[in-house]
């Protein structure tokens, strides 16, 4: 079975600084990797995705993930954060046979301080 | 493309009502996701269908609950009796069945009850 960790629940970072969401994944089988974005009141927004091939991801709102397969980590990386990606932020794995279902973490809260 | 479309936005029952939500996707998609998230936690995943026959169901999915899409286009999802621990969004999403890269996902506003 698939499962997802995501080690921090909150992150406080001041605006303009760098930001890296960490997620651990495990699976027995091949995945698809994803990170979504839900912002309040809003349903989910893909950010980017990994089904196979480079291991750096890059996404939209400039966000990029980069897979470690030896570590099993998808961590979501930007190099400068704005105040309008304060948001829930969603690490989440599927079969790589199917894509049927999605298993997502329990999500961490990027907090922006001017 | 008018994206994923989700009815009612928001619902608030009594114990023991019966509630109908509605799911309309994306129009060519022929995958249709439910899935339900409860405050703090990530989306769980809860059926799913294939045009019209629903091909995989969660075990939490209780008899309470019941998911249609009877022309393969939208979707209603039921919850008899409901209970208060019910109470949480749920969501909606559609793809694409076929090649990897266009079977993204798409995901709705969200329907979210409360069972008082």
């Known amino acids: 079975a698939q499962s997802v960790t995501q080690l921090d629940s909150q992150v406080p970072v001041f605006e303009e600084a760098p930001v890296e969401l960490r997620c651990n994944y495990s699976s027995s089988v091949s995945v698809y990797l994803f990170w979504y974005v839900q912002y309040p009141n809003q349903g989910l927004q893909l950010l980017l995705k990994?089904?196979?091939?480079?291991?750096l991801v890059k996404g939209i709102n400039g966000f990029e993930a980069e897979i470690n397969k030896s570590q099993t980590s998808f961590h979501l990386r930007k190099p400068s954060v704005h105040i309008s990606d304060t948001a829930e932020y969603f690490c989440a794995v599927s079969r790589y046979s199917s894509a049927s279902k999605i298993i997502f973490g329990s999500g961490t809260r990027l907090s922006i301080r001017p | 493309d008018t994206g994923v479309s989700q009815d009612p936005r928001h619902k608030i029952t009594k114990r023991g009502q019966n509630v109908t939500f509605r799911c309309d996707p994306i129009?060519?998609?022929?995958?249709l996701y439910w899935y339900r998230q409860t405050l703090g936690q990530g989306p769980e995943f809860l059926t799913y269908f294939q045009n019209e026959a629903q091909l995989e169901k969660s075990r939490l999915l209780s008899d309470r609950f019941s998911a249609e899409r009877p022309k393969g286009s939208f979707s209603t999802l039921e919850i008899q009796r409901t209970e208060q621990g019910d109470s949480a969004m749920y969501l909606c999403?559609?793809?694409?069945?076929?090649?990897?890269?266009?079977?993204?996902?798409?995901f709705g506003p969200g329907t979210r009850l409360l069972v008082l």
């Open positions: 990994y089904l196979s091939g480079s291991t």
């Open positions: 129009s060519e998609h022929n995958r």
């Open positions: 999403a559609s793809s694409l069945a076929g090649l990897a890269d266009k079977e993204t996902q798409y």
